[in-house]
């Protein structure tokens, strides 16, 4: 099975703020990586596909970064709707999928 | 606009088994580009996926939980479903259903809004 690890396990920062999380797989996925939000009581919602490509619809403050086995997820300047739990999902062995642990990120 | 929405009972004794349906409307579950899944959350924890089906039936599931789960679609109501056997409290989770794109980048790109199933005697 495919390992997926995230750090930090939770982030405080405040609006404005340039946030990168990192996500590293047990072994090389390419770029079968996949980031989400989520929101209390939500379903995660897809904001990066294939490492690097801008879900229709999210903010492009949301970017990804990888390949390989280090993967990256920043938001550029953080907005007040920013603050919830991202998650990254590996679809390297799609349908077999497996998630971070999530990354909690707060309002300083 | 796809929608998948999740339903079955909402409180499931130990032992027994927790079984799931999820209703897709706006798309047909038919489509060769998609496995449909099944995910689960327990509460104030992450993400772990149960399995996944493809319209013709097959089915892919977590290793962890393969001796327990099944899996089925049909087609005919664009419906899929969970069974899941020999329940515990360990199995108390928000259950969500999802599309993966099997083709193309493979994402989830649909969920349902998630239904809490508890298990308790």
């Known amino acids: 099975d495919i390992q997926m690890t995230q750090s930090p396990s939770s982030l405080s920062a405040s609006v404005g703020d340039r946030v990168t999380i990192t996500c590293r797989a047990s072994?090389?996925?390419?770029?079968?990586l996949n980031w989400y939000q989520q929101k209390p009581g939500k379903a995660p919602k897809l904001l990066i596909y294939a490492a690097s490509s801008l879900q229709s619809g999210v903010p492009s403050r949301f970017s990804g970064s990888g390949s390989g086995t280090d993967f990256t997820l920043t938001i550029s300047s953080l907005q007040p709707e920013d603050f919830a739990t991202y998650y990254c999902q590996q679809s390297y062995s799609t349908p077999g999928i497996t998630f971070g642990q999530g990354t909690r990120l707060e309002i300083k | 606009q796809l929608q998948l929405q999740e339903s079955g009972p909402g409180l499931v004794k130990p032992s027994e088994t927790l079984s799931l349906t999820c209703t897709v409307s706006g798309g047909s579950i038919s489509s060769s580009s998609y496995y449909w899944g099944w995910i689960r959350q327990p509460p104030g924890k992450g993400l772990e996926w149960i399995g996944s089906i493809y319209y013709s039936g097959s089915t892919y599931y977590n290793p962890s939980l393969k001796s327990r789960v099944t899996i089925s679609v049909d087609t005919s109501k664009n419906q899929f479903s969970l069974k899941l056997s020999s329940v515990t409290a360990a199995d108390t989770a928000v259950y969500y259903c999802a599309r993966h794109a099997a083709a193309g980048p493979a994402r989830t790109d649909y969920w349902g809004q998630g239904t809490l199933v508890t298990v308790s005697s």
């Open positions: 072994q090389s996925i390419s770029s079968y």
